[in-house]
T-cell receptor, first 117, second 108 residues
């Protein structure tokens, strides 16, 4: 398996523009997570899905952020409008099927490095 | 509430010296604890988890429920161990809560 695949790897955009980050989880995984990594705050969970349904979006910073999972193999994280403080690395991750919550490993993608100028 | 604390943002040791990265957690139930490693500009990778009681790349970590700690240890550091290390906790839900991370630098 190619692992969790994210795109784009790097994005530089101007303040006010819309940004869309994409993620393909590992096939067969039914949990998908979006994390944000910054120097100041470390790794923060933004939102996670189970079977394409959002379970916990309490980490989504504000209404400018939205996430969708239209099917089991694709998710997007959208920022509209973007601001310089959104500059961070955004990681997507996925984990194994339900029924084995104990000991499940969460696998991470390589991240999308976002810079908003 | 679930919380993970890594008190050291930076840790620097010499090659061959012992290493200990500290991790303390707060959780009222029985947690699962993990250590993830992130090498320069790469993805996070699972290093080890407490339920496996394994040693990976010479690292070990023991869950101490009395002290609510899960410190990562290695007796002899190697240069290739330089990386960012994150301690993480999973409570009743599937999600992981991470500490702030410790950047480990091994000096030659």
């Amino acid at each position: 398996d190619a692992g969790v695949i994210q795109s784009p790897r790097h994005e530089v955009t101007e303040m006010g523009q819309e940004v869309t980050l994409r993620c393909k989880p590992i096939s067969g995984h039914d949990y998908l997570f979006w994390y944000r990594q910054t120097m100041m705050r470390g790794l923060e969970l933004l939102i996670y899905f189970n079977n394409n349904v959002p379970i916990d979006d309490s980490g989504m910073p504000e209404d400018r952020f939205s996430a969708k999972m239209p099917n089991a193999s694709f998710s997007t994280l959208k920022i509209q409008p973007s601001e310089p403080r959104d500059s961070a690395v955004y990681f997507c991750a996925s984990s194994r099927p339900s029924g084995r919550t104990s000991g499940n490993t969460i696998y991470f993608g390589e991240g999308s490095w976002l810079t908003v100028v | 509430a679930q919380r993970v604390t890594q008190p050291e943002k930076l840790l620097s040791v010499f090659k061959g010296a012992p290493v200990e990265l500290k991790c303390n957690y707060s959780y009222s139930g029985s947690p699962e604890l993990f250590w993830y490693v992130q090498y320069s500009r790469q993805r996070l990778q699972l290093l080890l988890r407490h339920i496996s009681r394994e040693s990976i790349k010479g690292f070990t970590a023991d869950l101490n429920k009395g002290e609510t700690s899960f410190h990562l240890k290695k007796p002899f550091a190697q240069e290739e161990d330089s990386a960012m290390y994150y301690c993480a906790l999973r409570g009743g839900a599937q999600k992981l809560v991470f500490g702030q991370g410790t950047r480990l630098t091994i000096n030659p």
